[in-house]
Nanobody, 115 residues
Framework: QVQLVESGGGLVQPGGSLRLSCTAS????????MAWYRQAPGISRDLVAS???????NYADSVKGRFTISRDGAKKTVYLQMNSLKFEDTAVYYC?????????WGQGTQVTVSS
């Protein structure tokens, strides 16, 4: 069973930065795609950023130019660097890994942007 462990969430002021990490239990290149999603209370879980096995990257329009997804195969880890954070970035952030039609999720990490 694939396990994904997120870390790096916390409380940050508007304009600040955080880096989230998602460490997988197996080689991340086994996955077709890895991604970060987020979910705020009462709102659906939405895609933030994704990176596929070939290295193609997609971002939600709301985070383009502020967030960067990257990966380190040796560490079996995918990162989400979040800069210029805004109040509306507050959410639980989830790591996702997909193999064909199977999806695996981490437990989530809370990001709170507040002054």
């Amino acid at each position: 069973q694939v396990q994904l462990v997120e870390s790096g969430g916390g409380l940050v002021q508007p304009g600040g930065s955080l880096r989230l990490s998602c460490t997988a239990s197996e080689n991340i290149f086994n996955f077709n795609e890895m991604a970060w999603y987020r979910q705020a209370p009462g709102i659906s879980r939405d895609l933030v950023a994704s990176i596929n096995v070939g290295g193609s990257i997609n971002y939600a329009d709301s985070v383009k130019g502020r967030f960067t997804i990257s990966r380190d195969g040796a560490k079996k880890t995918v990162y989400l660097q979040m800069n210029s954070l805004k109040f509306e970035d507050t959410a639980v952030y989830y790591c996702n890994a997909r193999i064909l039609r199977s999806n695996f999720w981490g437990q989530g990490t809370q990001v709170t942007v507040s002054s």
